[in-house]
């Protein structure tokens, strides 16, 4: 299995820390340090793009990884992003991605930040119907390159996480599609710049049949629209299909999720029409994969663009961080090593232990990894100034000593994002580097004092 596909081991981690510390890229001051494989980063972008028509639009969820140096990386390589705020816009579009290669999903967007975006063409993903109506007034004075989507909850459950879970009986997104189906269907009949649905059934936690489920759900809604809209209109309406992300990672070694193969298969099987090249049925085409196969001959030849959201399944795998041990601790029957990452950098872990678990190493001050195990188990502790500040509780780890160094595996995605203000920290140093080591490149330098004042202030 090519290596971009799993989880970066202890040994080629070991590696590029080793070559960091030759370097000098690790400074006294240079307590916790983020780094990103970006080798490994753009493989499994080219693997995505390998698995969806070559019209997909792949949004990457710009929440996940803000990061300047790797939004310009991925931006080079033919990606658009997916933005939950007017700040993450403005911020892709300071990175210089064209307007068109943004979609932009807040639930709160307001009439100003609307009509920002529909001057500026940016794809949009309607959250309510109130929105729906804001944008239809925004309209009438104005002509816009934006397509318009509208979120919807197809409402088929949760998954094992519930705050990763957005499609349950009720959700704070979109439009619940049991309860507002023939709403929603006049909603396409009565507005002809509604062009696109939205959904997103969750992320880690939501297993494949779920997510798969969810986009079958809005794809029969698809077909039966386009078939009234065709019949009334003349033409199919629903042009744009935005399937989210929430693809799950692995956060251990050696147990692999889903790949993203096996996922786009079973969407194929769900959902063919989506993933014809070029058009969303073929005449004379009765094979639907719906639960109304009557409805694929019915629709005329219409392009379909697909959207992607992929957040977490990008970024996670390939990042990792290393905290120096400041200290260590003692007790009957368990360890502590006191570390300079915690809830600032860790908040879900932090709060919620039992469902982000991740894999540590521990590193020598030559950045070698130790063996074996220690007799009793360890905690590893954060520097923030609240009890619950514990990344991990009772794991097993080899003899831990000061100076030592922890590694914790796959932070790529939805930790630096994360960053918390509590106790004034200075946010790490964050390291990209090619081929374990050979190359590396600063995406962000460690935080100031000047630059915590300026925060403050």
């Known amino acids: 299995m090519p290596y971009f596909m799993e989880n970066l081991s202890p040994g080629k981690i070991s ?12 400074r006294e001051e240079d307590t916790a340090v983020i780094f990103y494989d970006l080798t490994f980063l753009k493989e499994r972008l080219s693997y995505l793009s390998s698995c969806f028509p070559s019209t997909t639009l792949h949004g990457l969820a710009v929440k996940a990884c803000p990061l300047s140096g790797v939004m310009q990386l991925t931006k080079e390589l033919g990606f658009g992003v997916e933005a939950a705020s007017m700040g993450e816009v403005k911020l892709a579009l300071h990175q ?3 307007p068109g290669m943004i979609v932009y999903d807040s639930p709160v967007k307001t009439r100003e930040e609307l009509e920002f975006a529909l001057d500026e063409g940016i794809h949009l993903n309607l959250d309510n119907f109130s929105e729906l109506e804001r944008v239809n007034i925004l309209l009438k004075n104005r002509e816009s390159k934006s397509t318009i989507g509208i979120r919807i909850n197809p409402q088929i459950g949760e998954g094992s996480i519930k705050e990763s879970s957005v499609a349950g009986e009720y959700s704070k997104f979109g439009v619940p599609l049991r309860f507002k189906k023939q709403e929603l269907t006049n909603a396409f009949l009565e507005n002809d710049f509604l062009s696109g649905m939205h959904l997103h059934v969750g992320s880690q936690g939501c297993p494949l049949e779920m997510l798969v489920e969810g986009t079958g759900e809005l794809y029969d809604l698809m077909l039966e629209i386009n078939r009234l809209t065709s019949a009334r209109k003349g033409y199919v309406q629903i042009t744009t299909f935005d399937i989210g992300g929430g693809l799950p990672v692995s956060y251990s070694l050696g147990r692999q999720p889903v790949s993203m193969e096996a996922y786009v298969a079973a969407l194929k099987q769900r959902a063919p029409l989506l993933f014809r090249e070029g058009n969303l049925s073929l005449p004379g085409d009765t094979d639907s994969g719906s639960r109304f196969p009557d409805q694929g001959s019915r629709i005329k030849d219409q392009g379909v663009r697909l959207i992607t959201e992929f957040g977490r399944w990008t970024y996670t795998n390939p990042g990792w961080t290393v905290s120096r041990v400041e200290y260590v601790k003692h007790d009957p029957g368990v360890s502590t090593a006191m570390l300079h990452v915690g809830a600032d950098l860790f908040v879900r872990e932090c709060l919620n232990p039992r469902d982000w ?16 195990n220690s007799v009793n188990p360890w905690n590893l502790a954060g520097p923030l100034c609240f009890s619950g500040d514990i990344l991990a509780k009772g794991v097993s780890l080899p003899e831990v000593r000061e100076g030592d160094h922890i590694v914790i595996h796959d932070t790529g995605g939805y930790t630096f994002s994360m960053w918390s203000r509590y106790n004034s920290r200075f946010a790490p140093r964050i390291i990209g580097y090619y081929n374990e080591g050979e190359s590396f490149v600063l995406l962000k330098e460690r935080e100031e004092m000047e630059d915590i004042i300026r925060f403050w202030t």
């Open 15 to 26: 590696s590029a820390f080793k070559r960091a510390l030759q370097a000098g890229l690790i």
């Open 96 to 98: 210089g991605f064209d």
């Open 357 to 372: 678990l991740h894999e540590y190493t521990v590193l020598d001050g030559e950045g070698n990894p130790r063996t074996g």
